[in-house]
């Protein structure tokens, strides 16, 4: 693992690490930090919905427990705690309507990763992500604006950059979970391992509650868990699904040794896991892409000010651009992808141009 | 003033909550008022017992039984008083005659310094939906930034 000493270029990040240690167990070591540390830590972990499993790690350490940063991740435990249940309770009224529209939507993401924690709101989430058949779609957003209220409910026609697998595919392999008296349908665990793990590196992996996830996944599968149909026959992708794993044994510990992904976990390529260190020193959303862009690149073509400190801005990171381009991660040098990235983007925006010029 | 033989038990609201319980504390969201309740366990265990059968005293005598020892009935009385405050009773209870002497200072003087740590503490949390709205805007809301967004998408005028 990474200590902060082992690295001080990522010392933010990596303290960010060492609190989320087996965060998702449910005894984890009580957590051993100064309380100065803590609270230098403390808005990176409630700005990026990790607050609640830093309260888990912090509640057995006494000094820690009653000091000021402690009692405020304790606030933040609860505040996720009742947001938790509002969105289960805005999940089984959605499940209700699209029930009788007769949709069965897949719930990925969230709810679905939060249930394998020992609470579920240590593991908040921000929307209700369904995917359902391509042609229930319209009747699906229909049901869902009716149920989903002041909360955000996403309606996908399908995984879409998630997963290659179709939807019939993913559903025959679906399982039900009950919430409460509800029954919600969630992918296979192999195939919700698969599409945490491409999610996590399609947005940079800034947030480190995915890579938790992730090792609650690995963690908590069972024994007849097929890894084959996790890992897929694609062996770019299945490495990619591999790497996403080796980051949260590498940065978080999650316990690989008897995985097949073990010894792909030891060898990740050396830019990979300081590079996600580095996305955690701001691990929000609003510093991601495109919260970051400046303006629509059409409008520079108008007024070409600020254009090159905003083409900065766009250059992308090595990981997105890796997986944009369906790169290996290997030791090559990134650039070669960003640029390919780059030109991808650059191609796309040529395309939409006649018809971004024609709205104007 | 009523009676106190005739005032009517306390029942625990039902309706309009959510409620999560966690190792030593329970919370209650109320989608009416959308107000976010902590209760400490003793709180927690008087809301339990509020079932508009049991009276004052037996509940005492029923969380001295859980929690091993002595609960004075005004020990109850006060978690009654915060539990109507925050709307998570039904019933409408009459303040006791003696109701002055119901703080949380004045029961510590009476029962003791010890007597704080087990005392009934009904508190409030931040509650979601405030917190949601102030922080960015749903889908369909105008916005004129990507940032003002929960999805963190302004397309044109709206948040996607």
Known sequence: MLSPQSRPANRVGSLFGGILTHSWRRSPEALECSDATLAELLPLLAGSMSG???????????????????????????FHSIRTALREHTIKQVLAILSA????????????????????????????????????????????????????????????????????????????????????????????????CKHLLHHNAFRPLWLCDIGAAVENREANFDWDRCLGRHKRR?????????????????EVADTPVAKRAATLPSWLAPNVLKQWETPYSMSQAPVTHQAPMSKYLRDPRGLVADLRRRWPNPIEATVYVGGPFNELPRWPFQVGECVGRAARFVARLPRALRKD | ????????????????????????????????????????????????????????????????????????????????????HTHLLETQMTRTPSGAGLSRRDLIKRLGAAAAVGLPLVTSVLAPR????????????????????????????NCT
């Open chain 1, 52 to 78: 609640a499993l830093a309260w888990w790690r912090v509640r057995n350490t006494p000094h820690l427990r009653a000091s000021p940063p402690g009692l405020e991740l304790q606030e933040t435990y609860r």
């Open chain 1, 101 to 196: 529209m007769g949709v069965e939507p897949i719930l990925v993401k969230g709810w679905a990763a939060a249930r394998l924690y020992p609470e579920p709101g240590l593991r908040p989430y921000g929307d209700i992500d369904l995917v359902v058949r391509p042609e229930q779609y319209s009747t699906a957003i229909a049901g869902a604006k009716d149920a989903g209220g002041e909360y955000y409910v996403d309606v996908h026609d399908g995984v879409g950059h998630l997963d290659d697998r179709s939807f019939d595919d993913l559903f025959e392999r679906s399982s039900v979970a009950k919430l409460d008296d509800v029954d919600v349908r969630v992918l296979s665990p192999e195939d919700h391992l698969r599409v945490l």
């Open chain 2, 1 to 84: 003033m009523k009676n106190p033989a005739q005032r009517p038990m306390p029942a625990a609201r039902q309706e309009g909550l959510l409620v999560r319980e966690l190792n030593d504390e329970t919370l209650v969201y109320d989608l009416h008022r959308h107000k976010a309740h902590c209760l400490n366990s003793t709180a927690a265990l008087i809301w339990k017992y509020c079932d508009g059968q049991t009276s004052e005293s037996d509940i005492a005598l029923l969380i001295e039984g859980e929690q091993n020892t002595p609960v004075h009935p005004d020990v109850v009385r006060f978690g009654l008083l915060q539990l109507k």
């Open chain 1, 238 to 254: 299945a490495d990619l699904v591999a790497c996403a794993i080796g980051l949260a044994h590498v940065l978080l510990d999650a």
């Open chain 2, 130 to 157: 405030a917190v949601e709205a102030s922080t960015c805007l749903g889908p369909g809301a105008s916005c004129t930034v990507n940032a003002q967004c929960c999805s963190g998408v302004c397309a044109g005028v």
